[in-house]
């Protein structure tokens, strides 16, 4: 059934998001991940123009269900920069077990912290701000303050915070969270022998943590405290976010280096575990803390057996992005899509569409390119990739394909695809139900 109007159910929803219950049951209880439906998605957007891109809200449910599960309990804070919409981020914390924001920019947090629904109204931006204008912007406002707590890891920052609010008298104290370096560097003899997760805070160990957390309480502006700790986060990315069932061209090669992944995984979390607890219980001796928050989608049924956690975050895994395929631990629906035209017809097994480029972030290699999915047999080219303008694809299907025609791909990452859009096309079956703005829709470019 091709369609282009929204369905009667969802026609004056004004972008609103659907989550089928039944699908977030089926998430919830374990049930098997539903198949892509790609060709259903093709009819349902015969009529519209591409480049376009999709959400299923039924592969959207059950993935938000299927977090829930692994969570076990603890609540989720909803990663932002993985979803880029207001709407989404609506649909998903209006589901018991959500809770909260991890924002990515001061801004953003401010800008949804004033959203007249009061949907938003607990804000952790996880990446440090250098934005005065935006700082002080927060300053001013007393309901933004309640609602938005901002990331430190150093003195260096927290003196800059320090100056930038210096000719401003803060509404209420400004709420902040330490960011602790949840990365493994395994030692022989006293000698770091490397450095295994993500390049961030300095704050490793609890003597660090004290020292950062005690300079919070000497800053004051005249006798009003400026800021105040509230909580923690501290993020395993080398388990998070490091696929433990990787791909290769060759099955023992893969198998090998699945097994050395997850004992590296194993002997991290260990680690990583025992350091967080000792941290954590040194802070509580001086301050109690609102939130302590670790854990990612590709580790949530890890991170939320540590008592030391309070809180877990997820956001690519809503979205189930070809990053998020190689995991041992659980798998994703693939609820977000894109399309683009074919336009060009270089030889009889090629084609070429308009555009396509929309790599991901992060170490550059084939693993951050777009997938083509439908129609399937198609493949991209190796000395070309995916194009700025134009991306050359080779298969049999090829020579099915006519000119207007679409082809799907799937993006590497969660958040980013929703950069090259200005709305996601709400798909249910082979029902188009209309669209649901993204940031850039909303004219919002935060990063």
Request: net charge neutral; glycine share 10%.
């Amino acid at each position: 059934m091709q369609q282009n109007t929204p369905s009667s159910d969802y026609a004056d929803s004004a972008g609103l998001v659907p989550l089928p219950q039944a699908a977030l049951d089926a998430g919830r209880q374990g049930a098997p991940v539903p198949p892509s439906s790609w060709a259903q998605i093709d009819a349902a957007c015969a009529a519209l123009p591409a480049p376009l891109a999709t959400l299923n809200v039924q592969d959207l449910a059950f993935n938000a269900g299927s977090l829930l599960r692994r969570a076990a309990g603890k609540p989720i804070r909803v990663a932002s920069k993985s979803i880029r919409s207001k709407e989404v981020l609506r649909a998903v914390l209006a589901q018991p077990g959500f809770a909260g924001i991890l924002g990515f920019t001061l801004p953003e947090a401010l800008w949804l912290a004033a959203d007249p629904s009061d949907a938003f109204t607990d804000i952790v931006v996880a990446y440090p701000s250098a934005d005065a204008t935006a700082l002080r912007a927060l300053a001013a406002d007393p309901v933004a303050c309640s609602r938005i707590t901002l990331m430190v890891d150093s003195t260096e920052h927290l003196a800059w915070l320090a100056a930038a609010l210096e000719q401003v008298a803060p509404a209420a104290a400004i709420r902040l969270c330490l960011d602790l370096d949840m990365s493994w560097r395994p030692t022989v003899g006293g000698k770091t022998l490397g450095h295994v997760g993500v390049h961030r805070s300095p704050l490793r160990n609890g003597a660090d943590a004290l020292a950062l957390a005690l300079s919070i309480d000497s800053y004051k502006h005249g006798a009003t405290q400026l800021f105040t700790l509230v909580g923690v986060m501290a993020y395993e990315a080398q388990i998070a976010g490091l696929q433990d069932t990787p791909h290769t061209a060759f099955k023992v090669a893969n198998r090998a280096k699945g097994a050395v992944l997850k004992q590296l995984q194993r002997t991290s979390m260990a680690e990583l575990v025992d350091r967080r607890g000792k941290v954590m219980a040194a802070l509580h001796n001086i301050v109690d803390l609102e939130f302590v928050n670790g854990g990612g989608t590709g580790s949530l049924e890890l991170t939320t057996a540590d008592p030391s956690v309070t809180e877990l975050a997820a956001g690519s895994g809503l979205f189930g992005p070809t990053l998020f395929d190689g995991y041992s631990r659980f798998t994703a629906a693939h609820a977000v899509g894109f399309a683009t035209h074919v336009v060009r017809r270089p030889a009889a097994d090629m084609i070429t569409t308009l555009g396509g480029g929309w790599s991901a972030s992060g170490p550059h290699g084939a693993d951050r390119s777009p997938l083509p999915v439908y129609p399937e047999g198609l493949s991209l080219v190796p000395t070309e990739g995916v194009g700025e303008v134009q991306t050359p694809l080779r298969g049999a299907t090829a020579a099915q394909l006519k000119i207007g025609d679409k082809v799907w791909f799937r993006h590497a990452k969660s958040g980013e695809v929703c950069e090259h859009v200005a709305a996601l096309e709400m798909i249910d079956g082979e029902t188009w139900l209309g669209k649901t703005p993204t940031y850039r829709g909303e004219g919002k470019a935060f990063i």
